[in-house]
């Protein structure tokens, strides 16, 4: 059931440095000759979103996608995707990737100047969930880059909803700031929309985008926030962003990626299937895994390689990777007394592709000590994994389904990730080991 909203103002233009006075005045209007206000305003945290979704404009500008600039990886905007990715005969993937996103740009580009106006409405900034500002009194703070456009500066609209709350008769209130221009014109006014959140209280920033730690917004950002959120479910080119991420948590900045969360499932469940003392030392004997998702990006299969090699202590030697029908990249480790392990991740080509690109399929976890009680076969309990189940020694193995997490959208995930920020030491060690696979290309 969707919460009621009250406006205590509808989007509003204002510009930029008139921002301030116009959130002043909507308070005020609160509290005139009424004693207690009736709303609390921004009081948890800031949080600013860079939300420039280039592709959806890019297949609007080329006339596959005829749907609001929303920024909503929806039924839609993947249709439009997959009329793209076969007008200019690339694999049909419904997920934007490095080769399909270089295309649109590619072609975009040779449109002539008349014709590279997105009309389309732009409705980003508008819609925050209500997972988040149905619990949290804050202020955010969207940027919208355009393309296509002529540079004229950055335009900005205020408003502030508040979701009625049953148990309590005070409106508990969001400020939502919207800034849209060009890439480069938002790049000019990085110093001012850090000075736009609010002192003293949690500062995030939800990059949306490829992260780009060149880009002098995104310095800008990193230095002001608590905290950089990122989805690497939507990474374009996972390997080389996911390095990019381990670069920016060595400089001290802390980095929360969604797609992380993602894995809880069967993090819990591969260290509860060692949980028994039975099974407990016979964790050592391990010397393979091997790990299916959903082909189109590997993310969650590395991050959840690292997670694992760095609870066992396993030391990265070699990574090689070839593209066919599975994608498989194999990776040797080297354990306790010089032991080899060997690790495979397949892409599986999966007729029925989830929400989340790269979700995991399956997981086999077997020694070649056919007296180690180790082996373990994990499958995805709405795909399932045929191909880690293939041969006689499924029988022999504990076989455990998981139950993945019943929503796992960014928006919902972002909502939990505000209630715990901070330094996550368990995913910085893991994607530190991540890191050094990637680097052994």
């Not at 997972?131 to 355009?146: D, K, M, S, V």
């Not at 296509?148 to 409106?171: F, H, I, N």
Request: proline share 5%.
């Amino acid at each position: 059931m969707n919460t009621p909203l009250v406006a205590l103002q509808k989007p509003k233009d204002v510009s930029i440095a008139e921002v301030e006075a116009e959130l002043s005045k909507i308070w005020l209007g609160q509290t005139s000759g009424q004693g207690a206000p009736l709303a609390s305003r921004a009081s948890t945290f800031s949080m600013v979103v860079y939300e420039p979704e280039e592709f959806q404009q890019l297949l609007a500008g080329l006339g596959f996608y005829e749907g609001a600039i929303d920024g909503i990886n929806g039924e839609q905007t993947r249709q439009a995707i997959e009329a793209a990715q076969k007008a200019y005969d690339l694999d049909i993937t419904g997920h934007i990737n490095p080769k399909t996103l270089a295309k649109l740009r590619e072609e975009f580009d040779r449109l002539p100047p008349d014709r590279r106006q997105i009309n389309n409405l732009d409705a980003r900034g508008f819609q925050v969930s209500e997972a988040i500002a149905g619990q949290n009194p804050c202020r955010i703070i969207t940027l919208c880059p355009t393309i296509g456009a002529e540079d004229t500066g950055v335009t900005a609209q205020v408003s502030a909803y508040c979701p009625v709350q049953r148990k309590s008769s005070q409106l508990i209130c969001c400020e939502y700031l919207t800034l849209r221009g060009t890439k480069d014109a938002l790049n000019r006014v990085g110093e001012m929309v850090s000075s736009l959140m609010v002192p003293d209280l949690p500062k995030f920033v939800w990059w949306k985008a490829t992260p780009n730690p060149e880009q002098e917004l995104f310095q800008q950002l990193a230095k002001r926030s608590h905290c950089i959120i990122v989805d690497s479910g939507y990474f374009s080119d996972p390997e080389s962003e996911l390095l990019k991420m381990q670069e920016l948590i060595e400089q001290e900045i802390y980095i929360a990626d969604l797609n992380w969360h993602r894995l809880s499932a069967w993090q819990e469940l591969t260290a509860a299937a060692f949980d028994p003392p039975e099974r407990r030392d016979s964790l050592k004997e391990i010397d393979n895994i091997t790990i299916d998702y959903e082909k189109g990006n590997n993310s969650q299969a590395l991050m959840f390689l690292g997670w694992f090699a760095s609870r066992l202590g396993w030391k990265p030697i070699s990574y090689t990777s070839e593209r066919n029908d599975y994608d498989i990249a194999r990776v040797s480790f080297q354990g306790e007394c010089d032991r080899e392990i060997h690790a495979e991740l397949a892409g599986v080509p999966v007729g029925d592709v989830g929400e989340i690109p790269g979700d995991l399929v399956g997981l086999r976890l077997t020694s070649a000590n056919t007296c180690a009680d180790c082996c373990t076969i994990l499958c995805s309990e709405t795909t399932g994994c045929m191909r880690m189940e293939a041969g006689g020694s499924a029988q022999s193995c504990r076989t455990e389904q998981v139950t993945e997490l019943s929503d796992q959208k960014a928006e919902l995930l972002m909502a939990q990730q505000l209630q715990r920020w901070g330094r996550d030491v368990l995913y910085e060690e893991s994607l530190a080991v991540t890191a050094q696979i990637l680097k052994l290309q």
